[in-house]
């Protein structure tokens, strides 16, 4: 069984601050998945890597595969950038996914 | 691309009544699907998933069932539900199409709040 942990739980932030949210995993994976989670529920996924790093405007997020650990990066960040993201690696031989708790992320103008 | 339909969006049922959630998907065929609930304050957890027409399988022992009656179309069901069925429900599609077209990337439904009182 895949063991998902995500830190930090929560993250408060000032607009503008650099953010790391840091994700490791136990088992041997294929790719890995980092997810968005508006309040209303909703969710988007942001990336999809098996290596390296990936970058979507002020988004950034790597993956070690030896380590076992991703990180996802907010610059530059902005109040609408506030939700919970959500790691979900995906094992190798697999497509189910398995998820972590998730980063409860708040911006504060 | 994929898209996924999921409705409605809140309900709110009495303690023993029937549930039906449906989704669908567009733009690709023969998709792996899945239900997914999350509780208030907690992660995702794995309900049902399907790999093509009446084929489900259950991650874990409840009172819900699901039905995959057609390739795009996924239903969670219950007869009779319970207070602690409670729960944000999210339908997904992860994996399956074939060859060339085969859905590596997540998509998610917009979700179901789910009330029961």
């Known amino acids: 069984k895949n063991e998902v942990e995500q830190s930090p739980q929560n993250l408060t932030a000032q607009e503008g601050e650099f953010i790391t949210i840091n994700c490791s995993y136990s088992v041997g994976i294929s790719a890995l998945h980092w997810l968005q989670q508006h309040p209303g529920g909703g969710i988007v996924s942001l990336f999809m890597?098996?290596?390296g790093k990936k970058k979507h405007g002020r988004l950034i997020a790597t993956i070690n595969i030896q380590e076992k650990h991703s990180s996802l990066h907010i610059t530059a960040s902005h109040p609408r950038d506030s939700a919970v993201y959500i790691c979900?690696?995906?094992?190798?031989?697999?497509?189910?996914?398995?998820f972590g708790k998730g980063t409860k992320l708040s911006v504060i103008p | 691309s994929q898209t996924i339909h999921q409705w409605p969006a809140t309900l709110v049922q009495p303690v023993g009544s029937p549930l039906s959630l449906e989704c669908t998907v567009e733009?690709?065929?023969?998709?792996?699907l899945y239900w997914y609930r999350q509780a208030a304050g907690r992660g995702l957890q794995l309900l049902f998933y399907s790999v093509g027409i009446g084929q489900i399988s259950s991650e874990v022992p409840q009172n819900l069932s699901a039905s995959r009656p057609q390739d795009r179309q996924f239903i969670l069901s219950s007869k009779k539900l319970l207070l602690s069925d409670s729960g944000f429900y999210l339908c997904?599609?992860?994996?399956?199409?074939?060859?060339?077209?085969?859905?590596?990337?997540?998509?998610f439904g917009q979700g179901t709040r789910l009330t029961v009182v």
């Open positions: 997904a599609l992860h994996g399956g199409g074939g060859g060339a077209r085969r859905n590596t990337e997540a998509f």
């Open positions: 979900a690696p995906r094992e190798a031989g697999s497509y189910q996914l398995t």
């Open positions: 733009g690709t065929s023969n998709p792996n």
């Open positions: 890597l098996s290596s």
